[in-house]
T-cell receptor, first 111, second 111 residues
């Protein structure tokens, strides 16, 4: 079982719709969770982090965390073509600071 | 302010050669990380520095890989006797608390 798993893509959504990305993790002691956006040929860019159960909103992005279910998600509201990218879920280890990444979900927003 | 910088941006070498990849973290960040990303995968942890010392090198694949950070700022990842399987994008990240910020990466191609 992989440490961090993301729903397989690609995910295609029409402009203005909500894109929903899911991620599960295996380390029950993990406390810190991150979403990175990666455009093709570029490096990962941090867009959200969440440490507590519940929802965290930042502009059009909402991260949701459920530690009991070992589940974290990212919602992108009012999707724009510029949101087209690969989204990486990253989980910090319970006993260290290194990040374990999922393979990423590629999102395409259709104009 | 200036972000994480990495040089070179691209490196092409021949099998068996030695390469050095450089990372200049965000000023004041004490933690520095090296990751490796293969096509279609998320970044994979290699090594983590806190200050000058390697706090965790458990991700280095074998003893051909070595990294240093002699003055607690710039870090160099060194790969001896390169193999074709070493071809990947090598990413450096730095942090001062929890959030890690990535540099643009070095694309290494071993022919």
């Amino acid at each position: 079982q992989k440490e961090v798993e993301q729903n397989s893509g690609p995910l295609s959504v029409p402009e203005g719709a909500i894109a929903s990305l899911n991620c599960t993790y295996s380390d029950r002691g993990s406390q810190s969770f991150f979403w990175y956006r990666q455009y093709s040929g570029k490096s990962p860019e941090l867009i959200m982090f969440i440490y507590s159960n519940g929802d965290k909103e930042d502009g059009r992005f909402t991260a949701q965390l459920n530690k009991a279910s070992q589940y974290v998600s990212l919602l992108i509201r009012d999707s724009q073509p510029s949101d087209s990218a690969t989204y990486l879920c990253a989980v910090e280890g319970s006993n260290d600071y290194k990040l374990s990444f999922g393979a990423g979900t590629t999102v395409t927003v259709r104009a | 302010g200036a972000g994480v910088s990495q040089t070179p941006s691209n490196k092409v070498t021949e099998k068996g050669k030695y390469v050095e990849l450089r990372c200049d973290p965000i000023s004041g960040h004490t933690a520095l990380y090296w990751y490796r990303q293969s096509l279609g995968q998320g970044p994979e942890f290699l090594i983590y520095f806190q200050g000058t010392g390697a706090a965790d090198d458990s991700g280095l694949p074998n003893d051909r890989f070595f990294a240093v950070r002699p003055e607690g700022s710039v870090s160099t990842l060194k790969i001896q006797r390169t193999e074709r399987g070493d071809s990947a994008v090598y990413l450096c990240a730095s942090s001062d608390h929890n959030e890690q910020f990535f540099g643009p990466g070095t694309r290494l191609t071993v022919l």
